[in-house]
């Protein structure tokens, strides 16, 4: 069983930072590709940042670019999402995701507002 608590959200102004983590128990952590989506209210869930099992590699939305890091500790079996420069458009609830053994496990999901 596996299971991903997200936390870390909350309200903040434009130009703010919010560090997001999503914290893993269970199966196996450190092997796992990780990432975060999000989704604003009335739009569809998009794909923020990923990062491999050994978060040599990540990726970002481009809308994102610049501005957020995705980065892991497998000691700790932890992702974090270190979110700088926020922006209204920003404002969504935050997911992470785990893939392991061709299944997609998902956090409960985090608020983050930014106020203009």
């Known amino acids: 069983q596996v299971q991903l608590v997200d936390s870390g959200g909350g309200l903040v102004q434009a130009g703010g930072s919010l560090r997001l983590s999503c914290a893993a128990s269970?199966?196996?952590?450190?092997?796992?590709?990780m990432g975060w989506f999000r989704q604003g209210s009335g739009k569809e869930r998009e794909l923020v940042a990923t990062?491999?099992?050994?978060?040599?590699?990540?990726n970002y939305a481009d809308s994102v670019k610049g501005r957020f890091t995705i980065s892991r500790d497998n000691t700790k079996n932890t992702v974090y999402l270190q979110m700088n420069s926020l922006k209204p458009e920003d404002t969504a609830v935050y997911y992470c995701y785990m893939d392991l053994d061709s299944r997609r496990y998902w956090g409960q999901g985090t608020q983050v507002t930014v106020s203009s």
């Open positions: 990062v491999t099992w050994s978060g040599a590699s990540t």
């Open positions: 269970g199966r196996t952590f450190s092997t796992s590709p």
